[in-house]
């Protein structure tokens, strides 16, 4: 159930079962041309899971709210985005998705509330994600807010210096903690074939497992 902490923030938002890409839980997102320099993951869940929707959704409509009495959600810009915008990307055309970001390192649950390491994460498992919701103004361009404008949207306007500063109402989601569901195929790469490598006999290897943290720092969210 999402908390609320203060005005323009709604802490603890839970989604349904999302699909992972590009996690950055062991280090920071440092690479790119824009890098981050957060944790980070993009979570991905289908169009028909409403429900994961919803929650997103009314936990940013609760959080803007908070600033801007009565706004709606079509008022908004939500960082809830559509992934048939980024078709190129394996897994995300039919899905909705958010990129949540903590520039603090993120607890890491298992399927039963038990401690795991940042390492069982990868680029197509399955999580839950626990993300707050955060409202703030975004900028506008004085040219793109007259376009704006006439369209019939509603910006907030001020003045600095004697001249007008455009911005809109926003939201975006904060990571909180993440529950390792169950694990799901590779996403992006990883597409070599296993029959390439030799077959090593007898060779004592134990199957691969989760590996479960010892460390009782962090209180479980999900307790």
Known sequence: MATQQKPGY?????????????????????GGQYPSNKYEVHGLWPKADTATTD???SGALTAARQLWQGINLTELIVGIKDGDEKAKYDGFPGHWFINPKNK????????????????VIYS??????????????????????QDLIRAGRKLIETTENGQKKYSMP?????LNALQFVRNG?????????????????????APFSAPVATSKDNANPWG
């Open 10 to 30: 709604v802490r603890d938002i839970v989604t349904g079962i999302v699909r992972i890409a590009f996690p950055h839980i062991q280090a920071p997102s440092t």
């Open 104 to 119: 603090d390192a993120v607890p890491i649950y298992g399927p039963v509330r038990e401690k795991l390491e940042s390492n």
């Open 55 to 57: 929650a997103l959704a």
């Open 170 to 174: 926003a939201v975006t989601f904060y």
């Open 185 to 205: 195929d590779p996403m992006g790469g990883g597409h070599a074939d296993p029959m390439a490598f030799p077959e090593e006999a007898n060779s004592g290897a």
């Open 124 to 145: 197509g498992c399955y999580c839950r994600m626990m993300v707050d919701a955060g409202a703030y103004t975004r900028s506008v361009e004085p040219a793109i807010a």
